[in-house]
């Protein structure tokens, strides 16, 4: 079991709605968790990294946030865009400089 | 460089025969990763290097996998005897130093097609 968990594993959406990404982990000591996104044939980019404290944070239209109780952080999108067809991927990272650990991604088709 | 590159962008190659597939870091990048990532899965980390040492191997699939990084800088994937399960693309990361709170810059990867 992947201690990286994102659903759904993919989701289709029209032009200017909004949508929710999840994203469950296990991963511990917990450093902090990044969520990017990943274009066709592109490497991931990231989005925005939220650290044990922090609960929410914006870029743009992109607002994450984080439960570190719960272990759990979601990726929402407002008004979306046909350019946000992506995979968006979460990435946990432990203390002290351990591995990151992926997540699958969740696949995003914004249809006009 | 701007970013990350790689090279070459596309790779095919018949089983058995051996790749090397390169990664230009960000210049200052002191810390760099190689990763696979397999068609519709997560990614899957392979190997990092921190200047030219590479303290955590651990990801390398198979004793035909190795990494070099000369100079601090250039880093090559060397895949002997490639098999059809060696197919996916791989992408290189670099950091300025390997710790917590660095965020990762990717290159565009290397699709590898084993025939």
């Known amino acids: 079991k992947n201690q990286v968990e994102q659903s759904p594993q993919s989701l289709i959406i029209l032009e200017g709605k909004n949508c929710t990404l999840q994203?469950?982990?296990?991963?511990?000591?917990?450093?902090?968790l990044r969520w990017y996104k990943q274009d066709t044939g592109r490497g991931p980019v990231s989005l925005t990294i939220?650290?044990?404290?922090?609960n929410t944070k914006s870029n743009g239209r992109y607002t994450a946030t984080l439960d570190a109780d719960t272990k759990q952080s979601s990726l929402h999108i407002t008004a979306s865009q046909l350019s946000d067809s992506a995979s968006y991927i979460c990435v946990v990272r432990r203390t002290n400089a351990g591995k990151s650990t992926f997540g699958d991604g969740t696949t995003l088709t914004v249809k006009p | 460089g701007a970013g990350v590159s790689q090279s070459p962008s596309n790779k095919v190659t018949e089983k058995g025969k051996d790749v090397e597939l390169r990664c230009d870091p960000i210049s200052g990048h002191t810390a760099l990763y190689w990763y696979r990532q397999s068609l519709g899965q997560g990614l899957e980390f392979l190997i990092y290097f921190q200047g030219n040492s590479a303290p955590d191997k651990s990801g390398l699939p198979s004793d035909r996998f190795s990494a070099e990084r000369t100079g601090g800088s250039v880093s090559t994937l060397t895949i002997q005897r490639t098999q059809q399960e060696d197919s996916a693309v791989y992408l290189c990361?670099?950091?300025?130093?390997?710790?917590?709170?660095?965020?990762?810059?990717f290159g565009p990867g290397t699709r590898l097609t084993v025939l």
């Open positions: 994203c469950n982990y296990t991963v511990s000591p917990f450093s902090n």
């Open positions: 939220m650290t044990f404290s922090e």
């Open positions: 990361a670099s950091s300025l130093v390997y710790q917590d709170y660095n965020e990762q810059f």
